[in-house]
């Protein structure tokens, strides 16, 4: 019975990845228009095989699998960037009074309100802002809370700041800030009261969207240079490197590590200025890792000096056991052949590119080590890139950390192991080619982003 149900489950994979490469394949063809009805007609068709009633967007599939069309009309729009926002403004415009049929199971209609404008905060384009300020507003009483709560949060995200008192902790803490005005109000209602507060902030304050970031940086060092941690923390989770938002992190080092340093270990737990410190689950020291220098050269020093060791003790394993053996998880010789990949992996993420082997990692080192770690990776972009297009192990990885704006894939950090595609993905040549005059080198992160 279990081979059975395996044996289904097998086909059920392998058929949904089939259909899925032919999905990618097929919609670079499409123009805005039909991408977008394309988009349409995947997600109707993905209505009533949910396993829990859906929210006002992307559908969860029984068994937690992922619609491999609709999954791709998303990934399309995405790729098409700020390009596709006008279509998906003008598609919501139509989606947010629309009564679609009812959900026969869940007696409740599908909406893609949330999804679009999910999307939107994730191309972050401020031309998004208006059409999501009008479904808070209510869209002239068609637009149903669901609807209105997708809008606030597309708002605090696209703005940068939140009108609704924050806590701690609590979403939307990571990417939106308390603004002084926030007020104490029920997410669940008081909407025409969040709506008035934007509207008011967009026509004043925040009326140049080119000064959202500035504004939001503003507030975010005057919390930074606080003696309340909650905000210190809120302030440092904002301004996380990888979201490219600080402009100083040396500052935001320098701050973090001076907190760190003045707390003490008291009866209950680590204290600040004589109190105990809030959330101990809080990740101070991961915050100042991430903050601190990367020092390139040091790091591949010492990985070309453990490699020859770590190659040899591998190689020692492989020759006595064979290339095929398999070990338990607490095996000592799997630590070993793991250590030479993470060593491998090591140098091929600071050389910016993967190498075919060990000699031509000690050839490129040989050449290189006098270089700075910003001119290793400048000069492998185009390599780089031509090895994702073409599918080499571990290229998307190290291509996700040297070039973490570069257009990736829908809600998430990581590349779904689904329809690889065997030809040219284009876009990645014309984004950074597009693009390259604005790469920036983030000594912090040891890699490039967009210059804001």
Not at 153 to 163: I, N, P, V
Not at 310 to 324: L, M, P
Request: include cysteine; aromatic fraction near 10%; glycine fraction near 6%.
């Amino acid at each position: 019975m279990k081979k059975k149900v395996l044996w289904i489950v097998c086909i059920t994979v392998g058929c949904w990845l089939a259909c899925a490469g032919s999905a990618f394949a097929d919609l670079e063809k499409l123009t805005d228009a039909e991408l977008i009805a394309e988009y349409e007609v995947a997600g109707l068709a993905v209505n009533g095989k949910f396993e829990e009633p859906p929210m006002d967007g992307g559908p969860r599939l029984a068994l937690s699998f992922p619609n491999p069309r609709f999954q791709a009309a998303q990934w399309e729009i995405l790729q098409r960037g700020v390009q596709m926002v006008p279509t998906l403004i003008a598609f919501l415009e139509q989606e947010v009074p629309k009564e679609r049929e009812k959900n026969p199971k869940f007696n409740r209609p599908v909406s893609f309100v949330d999804d679009v404008l999910k999307m939107l905060v994730q191309i972050n384009d401020p031309r998004a802002a208006p059409v999501a300020l009008r479904i808070l507003e209510g869209w002239d009483g068609k637009a149903n809370e669901r609807k209105q709560s997708a809008a606030l949060g597309a708002l605090q995200r696209l703005t940068y700041f939140s009108f609704h008192k924050i806590k701690p902790h609590r979403v939307p803490y990571q990417d939106s800030l308390e603004h002084s005005k926030a007020i104490n109000i029920e997410y669940s209602s008081e909407y025409a009261t969040s709506a008035r507060l934007y509207r008011e902030w967009l026509e004043g304050e925040g009326k140049d969207p080119s000064q959202w970031l500035e504004l939001a940086r503003k507030q975010a060092r005057q919390m930074l240079a606080s003696e309340d941690l909650d905000l210190v923390y809120h302030a440092a989770t904002f301004l996380r490197p990888e979201t490219g938002r600080d402009d100083d992190p040396d500052a935001t080092l320098a701050r973090l590590v001076e907190i760190v340093g003045k707390m003490k270990k008291g009866k209950n737990g680590y204290e600040f200025a004589g109190k105990p410190v809030p959330n101990p689950d809080a990740n101070w020291t991961g915050m100042i890792d991430k903050l601190q220098k990367k020092d390139g050269l040091k790091i591949l020093t010492s990985l070309f000096e453990a490699l020859p060791k770590v190659s040899a003790q591998a190689d020692r394993i492989r020759k006595t056991d064979g290339e095929n053996a398999r070990y338990t998880s607490d095996d000592p010789r799997l630590a070993a052949l793991g250590s030479q990949r993470e060593v491998r992996l090591g140098i091929d993420r600071w050389a910016g590119r993967v190498f075919d082997s060990d000699a031509e990692r000690e050839a490129w080192w040989k050449e290189n080590k006098t270089k700075s770690p910003e001119e290793w990776l400048l000069a492998n972009l185009d390599i780089l890139n031509e090895q994702v297009a073409n599918d080499k192990l571990w290229a998307w990885a190290i291509a996700h950390d040297v070039l973490p704006d570069m257009p990736g894939y829908p809600y998430g950090e990581r590349r779904p192991e689904v329809g690889k595609r065997k030809v040219e993905e284009p876009f990645r040549v014309e984004w950074l080619n597009e693009h390259r005059k604005e790469l920036r080198y983030d000594a912090n992160a040891g890699c490039f982003r967009l210059a804001h």
